[in-house]
């Protein structure tokens, strides 16, 4: 959705872009990384119409030459396209795909772009791939937490889904619901998790974010308000946006350095916004990798059916644990006519991103709801894709628990290094997931971004996670690449944040 964005809007997303800055950087380039990087991490949407250079002159107190002269090198770059008779709007650079062997395929619902070498990574549902080297050096990808592809079991469901296609073909391939066998699938698989479950209450969709999109067209509004963990996934950030409903986010707690959740404050802003519905991830949280209790999803459940609220719990983390079984799902505290509680997967995380398999579990009357409105223009999941994931389950518990035995390595080895080489950040040990929520003791996080970005590394700036500008103090490092690929990886994080200086101005940023 095209929007316009003013100086003083754009200004605030730019606060401290000169001290982001390496030294030596001129000031136009310095404003043109900014404006990329806010780009990257979806900050700065694609389709916005961008202030005037006159305009973002006076709110940066810069001469308009600068703003020229740094919008001209994002023109060159293709950050800003000028649209005859209405003004410069941001837009997404292309590239040739080429990645690093050490770098996984993109799983956030991101993928990279780099013409110019300064913008770390494109915003979530952009086309294009990063450069293969960035002053010299090969790029490193800690921006997605991403499966490796289990290059045997992908084979072998590929060719059976091939050899059972023909038998597809007599039909229509319009199932809006999905393949009967793979919804019976699903459903086995969450009523074995403690969620009993038919596959009548199952829909197949194109991943968990078309999910997630699904349930918004049929249950939210413009103008509505949706709660969301703080920090939480920037998909459903990006989606509360594109739906234009307003936020209303419910910080996570902490608690002897473990991250958790404050039902009464959820119960809070329940009770004081009514919103729509709320989103949740209690299965290795992303980021910060923390598991509600069995006592907090009681409790939160309890709440929502008080307050009326229909949950969205997003469980595609949930079978990556590494260190014991979570609780079942939080749907399972749901009986009798309660609140819904729509739950959503994918094979995205636990097999490969680029297999877009995805997932609800929703009532029934729910469901036909959801079905009805997908009908007017989605119809169905592609049949092959159905096939291949149905041959995948025959193999899911085999591919998970290799999965976890390689990332309980990679997670303390990445640990390690981060302590030897950057002491003076708090890295938690996640009992899950993919990746580590580190606390950097400053708020510097943009900044770090851009200046990886000149060390050839793509990250996820911590604002990314959340709303108003917050968790300029964090950032999300993943854990799925090799041990090799993450010790040159932390030496060059160690090299990037000895460039900002530990006496340097702090950098702080409002949404």
């Not at 199932?175 to 086995?188: H, T």
């Not at 959740?261 to 299965?283: F, H, K, N, Q």
């Not at 911590?462 to 932390?490: H, N």
Request: aromatic share 4%; net charge neutral; hydrophobic share 45%.
């Amino acid at each position: 959705m095209d929007e316009h964005l003013g100086a003083g809007s754009l200004a605030r997303l730019l606060r401290g872009w000169r001290e982001g800055a390496g030294a030596g950087t001129s000031a136009q380039a310095a404003l043109a990384a900014r404006i990329s990087a806010l780009l990257a991490d979806g900050r700065l949407a694609v389709g916005t119409r961008v202030p005037s250079e006159r305009e973002l002159a006076t709110a940066l107190d810069v001469g308009r030459g600068t703003v020229a002269a740094a919008y001209e090198e994002l023109r060159e770059g293709g950050y800003l396209v000028r649209r005859r008779g209405s003004g410069t709007w941001t837009s997404q650079p292309s590239a040739p795909v080429s990645r690093t062997d050490a770098a996984p395929a993109p799983l956030d619902g991101a993928l990279h772009v780099g013409a110019t070498g300064f913008a770390p990574f494109a915003p979530i549902g952009a086309m294009g791939a990063p450069p293969a080297q960035a002053w010299g050096r090969e790029v490193i990808d800690l921006a997605h937490a991403a499966p490796w592809a289990p290059m045997e079991a992908m084979a072998e469901a590929g060719a059976r889904a091939l050899a059972e296609l023909p038998m597809h073909l007599a039909g229509s391939g319009y199932d809006v619901l999905g393949l009967p066998a793979l919804r019976e699938a699903v459903a086995a698989r969450l009523s074995a998790q403690g969620l009993r479950t038919t596959a009548d209450e199952i829909m197949i969709t194109a991943g968990a974010q078309h999910a997630h999109a699904l349930v918004a067209r049929a249950l939210v509004r413009p103008g509505d308000r949706v709660l969301l963990e703080q920090p939480t996934y920037p998909g459903a950030i990006d989606l509360v946006r594109h739906t234009s409903a307003r936020p209303v986010p419910v910080a996570m707690t902490e608690h002897d350095g473990t991250p958790g959740w404050d039902v009464e404050a959820i119960a809070a802003a329940m009770r004081a916004s009514t919103p729509a519905v709320g989103y949740l991830v209690p299965d290795h949280q992303n980021p910060t990798g923390a598991v509600m209790s069995a006592e907090t999803r009681a409790a939160v459940v309890a709440a929502a059916a008080r307050h009326g609220v229909p949950l969205v719990v997003d469980d595609c983390l949930r079978e990556m644990w590494l260190d014991a079984p979570t609780p079942p799902p939080l749907g399972a505290w749901s009986v009798g006519g309660g609140t819904p509680v729509i739950t959503t997967g994918s094979l995205s995380k636990t097999v490969w991103g680029g297999l877009r398999i995805g997932w609800m579990r929703a009532p029934r009357t729910l469901l036909r709801r959801i079905a009805g409105a997908r009908a007017s223009d989605d119809i169905s999941t592609p049949v092959l894709e159905q096939l291949v994931a149905v041959a995948l389950f025959d193999r899911l518990d085999e591919i998970i628990a290799e999965s976890r035995r390689v990332l309980v390595h990679r997670r303390e080895h990445l640990r390690d290094a981060l302590a030897r080489a950057l002491p003076e950040w708090r890295t938690p040990r996640p009992p899950g997931g993919f990746s580590l929520w580190i606390d950097l003791g400053v708020p510097r996080s943009s900044a770090l971004v851009e200046a990886a970005a000149r060390a050839g590394i793509h990250l996820a700036a911590g604002p990314r996670f959340g709303t108003g500008g917050a968790f300029e103090q964090y950032l999300r490092l993943p854990y799925t690449l090799s041990p090799d690929a993450l010790d040159d990886a932390v030496a060059r994080l160690a090299e990037a944040w000895d460039t900002l200086g530990a006496g340097a101005p702090t950098l702080t940023t409002v949404v």
